[in-house]
């Protein structure tokens, strides 16, 4: 495991623990909410960059294959 990726599951953990924490007392910190959901949005979204698009597939892999057709005159 590379050190991006130890990073973004880091921010996304304490994100998640600081968030859940903030809203589980009676009287919430809203600071500490919106600082809580804020790294672990930045985590995802770091997680998020490095995984590839499933449109950026060449079109060799689909099943159906087309066929010239020549005009009969």
Known sequence: MDISRTINFICIVVGGIIALYAQA???QN???LMGGILLLMFGIY???RNIPSKYDKQEEETFVKSEDVEDED
Do not use: P, Q, V
Request: hydrophobic share 10%.
């Open 46 to 48: 770091r997680t998020s």
């Open 25 to 27: 007392e009676e009287r």
């Open 30 to 32: 809203t600071y500490l």
